[in-house]
């Protein structure tokens, strides 16, 4: 009896714990009790069944507690306590995070027009994202991992929201905008002043001549345009503190919730629908990118652009507005979890205690000072060791290398894919980033969903999804080689990329804009008003091409007696406004190109739940949020930092005409040499891709070496324990056979 009181008595107290709440704790009672303490009755001299009767009962201020236990929680957030909804509630947020981000790429060609600044500074720009993410993410991953991690998320899609919309701001403290032109709206008659003039009086007054050019600069300290874009800089570094909490501490969330089987489809499922934003946030983009920056305070007909031209700027802060919105909303919901729920599969009865790395459970954080105050020193002394562990697991060290070579690649050509569209193959903003939309990000969206899937379906092992994403990221290697094949033709303009007679050649200095059939005109070299002739050769201006006269206002405006056309074509010597249109040879490759892309996206993200999976199973559980918030932390600083900068600071090298600011200074890009642009945007990608294959053979290896072990050392576990199995057995054979034939008196 005594026996089966001292192994029923655990038991009997968990299902009265299970059955009646517990009393409300003494926030003074400074220690943690015992395991003796746990297990022992409440009652010494009574028998288990009297201590259950004995329980004190629990008033209603007791349910209303703080302090109550985890049971009352888990009443309080019952609807919530769902791994499923939990993930629904993610994929929105995460839904929120992408579509603000990739709405953020889509306006850098706008925003850099806007601002008439380089695509170096415009990189800057974008690259603060991760800056303010990286400040806090290491923080944000070990520390709040020990606190509510929902509310933690939920707070930071609010501070993403508002940093989203101080990005806005320079757009309305900006007054409208006034694109760099030599014809002005009042101005648009014969008289005006971009065209060629052989009178004597205007040769004589050179400088009336280039009044254009001197006008502004009288107004440039009236005006802080020129340094609004540090706003747009502010606002993207709050927004990247505010999303550092939503990977590393939704996926562990959801890691330690769900069932393990189940982690990577769930995880496929959060990436494939999250990846919806990016699609929404691209499409976003177009559609504004469509509307004129002033929408609404502008006519239409009185602008002399359109869409394609170089200096057009669309609605690119209506977008930010909607997406904070967007973020403001998915916070809502994940403000309603709890700290921790049952692992799914699992009773509530389990529920006594959160993950060990969780801080053991809500009920374990005490609001008491002097409680807190230990309890972050454990954690801060905790830090240096678990870092040293991460350091010296080499998988997760050369995956950490390998991933922050690929993204460097990623970043950078995604930062700068919809200025390429527009250069390479004469694609409006609009339009590129449409097919960016909806022809990219949907591959990498069914990629990420059909990879998650077969490692669920086939049960993929680790060496196996280190095999499988070794040869997607070859496969996509050979795709992006073929890129190089799909280039266009130099649009020919005179006097950057053609001569005067149509040679197609590259110049480097200003004078090469000039010719003997404009060097009577007193043109000036700093405008940019590109007109196109009937021979297919664009003109920098108006007066560069010795026109002398004009017909028509705004977009129908029309050049006649153009000295350098007539030279050329004996029919016809006049222009029109805007510059000529790519070859119908380049309309066919494009659309070779968007092929190629769509097999690269999918390719690339066919492996990346594999690469995860490989990453998640190489390290303890109680580092995971560390681990993926250290390598979320290294990613920003060596590729999303960097690669948006120096992408497009190799970017500017290629450019042919510089556009001129308020003050005179050089301001964004009009014309760019699409060959050494070609060769630079697909160029980089490819070396970070062939370093990275360096990396992959001692990836595999370790991945071989410590995972084939592991297999080994289980199966040398069943065999041995069968072996025990089978030798009790034939020894308790032999002793009955001894026994029958010796019996004892």
């Known amino acids: 009896m005594e026996s089966t009181q001292d192994h029923s008595e655990p038991s009997l107290r968990k299902k009265a714990e299970a059955t009646c709440p517990p009393l409300k704790e003494d926030v003074t009672h400074q220690s ?68 603000s981000g990739s709405y953020m790429k889509s306006t850098i060609t706008q925003m850099e027009r806007r601002f008439d600044i380089p695509s170096s500074l415009i990189g800057i720009t974008d690259g603060s994202f991760e800056i303010g993410n990286l400040t806090v993410i290491t923080f944000v991953s070990y520390f709040g991992a020990k606190f509510h991690r929902p509310k933690l998320i939920a707070t930071g899609m609010v501070l993403m929201a508002i940093g989203t919309f101080i990005i806005t701001l320079p757009h309305f403290i900006m007054g409208r905008y006034e694109y760099e032109s030599a014809i002005k709206p009042s101005h648009n008659s014969t008289l005006n002043v971009s065209l060629c003039s052989t009178d004597p009086y205007d040769k004589l007054m050179p400088e009336f001549l280039n009044i254009s050019s001197k006008v502004p600069k009288l107004g440039c300290k009236k005006t802080i345009e020129s340094s609004l874009w540090v706003l747009a800089l502010l606002g993207n570094l709050i927004r990247g503190i505010g999303e550092s909490p939503v990977i590393p501490l939704g996926i562990s969330y959801l890691d330690d919730h769900a069932k393990q089987e189940n982690f990577a489809f769930y995880l496929g499922c959060m990436y494939t629908f999250g990846l919806l934003g990016p699609i929404f946030g691209f499409v976003l983009g177009s559609f504004c990118a469509k509307l004129f920056v002033d929408v609404g305070f502008v006519s239409s007909d009185s602008l002399t652009i359109t869409p394609k031209d170089s200096r057009w700027v669309g609605a690119w802060w209506l977008g930010f507005l909607i997406a904070g919105m967007i973020s403001i909303l998915a916070a809502i919901p994940i403000c309603f979890f709890p700290k921790s729920m049952p692992r799914e599969g699992e009773g509530k009865t389990k529920h006594n205690r959160s993950p060990k790395w969780s801080g053991e459970g809500d009920h374990r954080m005490s609001d008491h000072p002097s409680q807190q105050s230990s309890t972050f020193s454990a954690l801060a002394k905790g830090f240096l060791p678990s870092m040293k562990r991460l350091c010296c697991n080499p998988i997760y060290v050369l995956l950490l290398l390998q991933g922050t070579l690929l993204m460097n690649s990623m970043i950078g050509t995604l930062t700068f894919k919809p200025k390429f569209m527009e250069q390479q193959y004469g694609q409006t903003a609009s339009r590129a980033n449409l097919l960016l939309g909806l022809v990219n990000v949907p591959p990498m969206a069914i990629g990420i969903f059909c990879g998650g899937l077969v490692m669920k379906r086939f049960k993929i092992n680790v060496i196996g999804a280190a095999e499988f994403c070794i040869g997607t990221a070859v496969a996509s290697w050979m795709l992006l080689v073929l890129y190089f094949t799909m280039g266009c033709q130099k649009t020919p303009v005179a006097g950057l990329t053609a001569s005067y007679v149509g040679v197609m050649e590259r110049w480097d200095n200003e004078h090469s804009l000039f010719s003997q059939c404009n060097t009577d005109c007193m043109c000036s070299s700093s405008q940019w008003e590109p007109v196109c002739a009937g021979n297919g050769l664009t003109y920098v201006s108006p007066c560069l091409a010795g026109c002398k006269s004009s017909s028509g206002t705004g977009l129908k405006m029309e050049f006649y007696n153009c000295s350098c056309v007539s030279h050329l074509t004996a029919t016809n010597s006049s222009v029109v406004l805007g510059q000529c249109p790519k070859t119908e040879d380049c309309n066919k490759v494009f659309p070779y190109y968007l092929a190629v892309t769509v097999l690269e996206s999918f390719t690339l993200s066919f492996g990346g739940m594999a690469e995860f999976e490989v990453l998640m199973r190489s390290i303890d559980t109680e580092l995971k949020p560390l681990a993926i918030g250290i390598y979320s932390l290294m990613i920003r600083m060596f590729a999303g930092i960097p690669a948006p900068i120096y992408f497009g600071a190799l970017i500017d090298t290629t450019c042919l005409k510089w556009g001129t600011n308020h003050c005179g200074r050089r301001g964004a890009c009009r014309l760019y040499d699409t060959d050494a642009f070609r060769y630079i945007y697909l160029g980089v990608p490819a070396g970070f891709a062939m370093a990275s294959f360096a990396l992959f053979i001692p990836f595999f290896m370790q991945v071989k070496k410590r995972f084939a072990i592991k297999d080994e050392k289980a199966f040398d576990n069943v065999c041995t324990e069968l072996d025990i199995i089978n030798e009790d057995n034939d020894r308790t054979g032999c002793d009955l056979s001894m026994n029958a034939v010796n019996p004892d008196p």
């Open 32 to 99: 943690e009790p015992s395991l003796m303490e746990e297990t022992a009755p409440l009652h010494p001299e009574s028998s288990p069944m009297e201590n259950v009767a004995q329980e004190p009962k629990v008033s209603a201020v007791d349910y209303a507690s703080p302090h109550s236990g985890p049971l009352m929680k888990e009443d309080r957030h019952s609807c919530f306590n769902n791994v499923k909804l939990f993930l629904t509630a993610l994929t929105f947020a995460f839904f929120a995070k992408a579509l």
